[in-house]
Nanobody, 126 residues
Framework: VQLVESGGGLVQAGGSLRLSCAAS????????MAWFRQATGTEREFVAT????????SYVDSVKGRFTISRVKNENTVYLQMNNLKPEDTAVYYC????????????????????WGQGTLVTVSS
């Protein structure tokens, strides 16, 4: 299994970016996916997750109303639309995936995820 992220970069505060993540390989079941981020000197934190069927999502409070996670139907490709970016959003963003028996399950715990991408850097300047 391989996860490949893209879409990071440098943006001014108030701007927008869209991250993409494509998962390839064989999964035992349907796949729930998520985005995490890690700023320098901090722990990797949960940002957003989406169920395998796309019907359920969850966000960390700090991004609610600004970020939107979505996925391509019947594909293991997930997006993170980030609007009104703030300097505190600066971090390396990681895509994660886990095989999920139930297509509506979501997971916010980092330890639940089996597969991780290499990360993409998002820098927001003030």
């Amino acid at each position: 299994v391989q996860l490949v992220e893209s879409g990071g970069g440098l943006v001014q505060a108030g701007g927008s970016l869209r991250l993409s993540c494509a998962a390839s390989g064989r999964f035992d079941n349907s796949v729930a996916m998520a985005w995490f981020r890690q700023a320098t000197g901090t722990e990797r934190e949960f940002v957003a997750t989406i169920s395998a069927n796309g019907g359920r999502t969850s966000y960390v409070d700090s991004v609610k109303g600004r970020f939107t996670i979505s996925r391509v139907k019947n594909e293991n490709t997930v997006y993170l639309q980030m609007n009104n970016l703030k300097p505190e959003d600066t971090a390396v963003y990681y895509c994660a995936a886990v095989s999920s028996y139930y297509r509506y399950s979501i997971y916010t715990n980092r330890g639940a995820y089996e597969y991780w991408g290499q990360g993409t850097l998002v820098t927001v300047s003030s």
